[in-house]
């Protein structure tokens, strides 16, 4: 003899199979659901990846600093001052590269442990 209330709860866990294969979830009518919160949840910001950045910058300086010991000073200047009198992006660039007082420093400490 089959009991009937296992019947009933056999059909009640067909209709929830069912309704998860539709992608439906166990939220009531009338009820506020996670989709509710989840809307209304502040969303995460994402800061500046600073630390990318100091990488990007100590770089950049290493760079300019090897090609500073590599060919010199006086090379050096005359390229970036011809770089300078390009375009507008070539301006950017010679300002990029222009032998500041840190690209100096890793320049003689570079020359100091190469040659």
Known sequence: M??????T???????IDDIHAAGGAFEANGTLGRSWFDS?????????PLRALAFL???I???????????????YQARVTLLAE???????GAWVLQADAPTQWIATQLRAVLY
């Open 86 to 92: 390009g375009s507008s992006l070539e301006r950017v």
């Open 9 to 15: 709860f056999e059909r009640r866990l067909a209709r």
């Open 61 to 75: 300086l290493l760079f300019k600093g090897a090609l500073l010991a590599e060919i010199g000073p006086d090379t």
């Open 57 to 59: 910058c100590i770089g």
């Open 2 to 7: 089959r009991d009937a209330g296992r019947t």
């Open 40 to 48: 209304h949840r502040r969303k995460a910001r994402r800061g500046l």
